[in-house]
Nanobody, 116 residues
Framework: QVRLVESGGGLVQSGGPLRLSCAAP????????MRWHRQAPGKERELVAG????????QYADSVKGRFTISRDNAKNTASLQMNNLKAEDTAVYFC?????????WGQGTQVTVSS
C-alpha cells in the first residue's frame, strides 16, 4: 500500500515563506509525475504545480507563478513545494499527488494558513 505523506504546513504571515514536502516510500518514484493541488474551504480542488518524472519540466497555476517552485529528488523519493510571498488567498489544504496520467496516489493533505 503506497501512502504519500505531506509535511511542512502551518500558519504563516502574509508575505512569508513556507516549504512543503512530500515523501513517497515504497513508490517507484521516478515513474510518476508529481503534482501539488490545493483545496480552500467551499472551493474545488485545483492544480497548483506539477513536475515531470525527471524534473526537467514544471508547470504552475497562473495564481502562483513566480512565487511557488516545485522540485523533486528521485534518489530520496521526495517532492517539495517552496512557497514564497504567500497571500491570504493561498490558504488551503495542500495535497501531494503522484500521477501516471491515468491513475495515481494522494496524500492526506497539509493545512496552510496565511494570516493577513
Amino acid at each position: 500500500q503506497v501512502r504519500l505523506v505531506e509535511s511542512g504546513g502551518g500558519l504563516v504571515q502574509s508575505g512569508g515563506p513556507l516549504r512543503l514536502s512530500c515523501a513517497a516510500p515504497g513508490l517507484t518514484f521516478g515513474n510518476y509525475v508529481m503534482r501539488w493541488h490545493r483545496q480552500a474551504p467551499g472551493k474545488e480542488r485545483e492544480l497548483v504545480a506539477g513536475i515531470s518524472t525527471t524534473g526537467g519540466s514544471t508547470q504552475y497555476a497562473d495564481s502562483v507563478k513566480g512565487r511557488f517552485t516545485i522540485s523533486r529528488d528521485n534518489a530520496k523519493n521526495t517532492a517539495s513545494l517552496q512557497m514564497n510571498n504567500l497571500k491570504a488567498e493561498d490558504t488551503a489544504v495542500y495535497f501531494c499527488n503522484a500521477w501516471t496520467g491515468r491513475s495515481g496516489y494522494w496524500g492526506q493533505g497539509t493545512q496552510v494558513t496565511v494570516s493577513s
